[in-house]
């Protein structure tokens, strides 16, 4: 056995198992993710809509009305998609390919861009009197900025 720590072997082994140890748990991680992605989607699909919500889309240009649906549809859907990847392809991810890279940057840049526009929203002031939901954004927030450290470390590593 000092034969091998002399020649480094045994180093070496240690480190390609403390390697498979750390990627197993980006692994698990990256599933986790996958996870919480699909369960926002569906705390977002039953989280009451701001106060008259219909009526104040009624009152825009079509087009607009238009956007504003397609913009929460599309939301939804990035976020589904980032989940069932993140959950389907966790390895892959976590791999470093250059493939890998840039869905973990893509990922890392929506959920970061999500945290810059988050506080534009200025929705408080709808949340008053209702600690559910203003908890509920705050872990919104910091679901937000783990996502984009957590993709983006992976992206960059």
């Known amino acids: 056995a000092t034969r091998l ?55 825009l240009p079509d087009v607009h009305r238009r956007f504003a649906i397609a913009q929460n549809i599309f939301i939804g859907g990035t976020m589904i998609l980032a989940g069932l990847v993140s959950l389907t392809f966790a390895p892959e991810l976590v791999s470093g390919s250059h493939l890998a890279r840039v869905i973990c940057a893509a990922i890392a840049l929506w959920w970061g861009a999500r945290l810059l526009v988050l506080p534009w929203l200025r929705v408080w002031p709808e949340l008053q009197g209702r600690p559910l939901l203003r908890a509920g954004f705050v872990l919104l927030h910091a679901e937000c900025a783990s996502f984009a450290v957590a993709y983006g470390w992976l992206a960059l590593r």
Request: overall charge neutral; proline content about 4%.
């Open 5 to 59: 720590y002399r020649w480094g072997i045994a180093r070496g082994f240690e480190k390609l198992h403390a390697s498979r140890m750390t990627d197993e748990i980006w692994i698990q991680g990256v599933r986790a993710a996958g996870a919480f992605h699909l369960i926002t989607v569906a705390f977002a699909s039953v989280t009451p809509i701001p106060a008259n919500w219909d009526a104040n889309l009624a009152e």
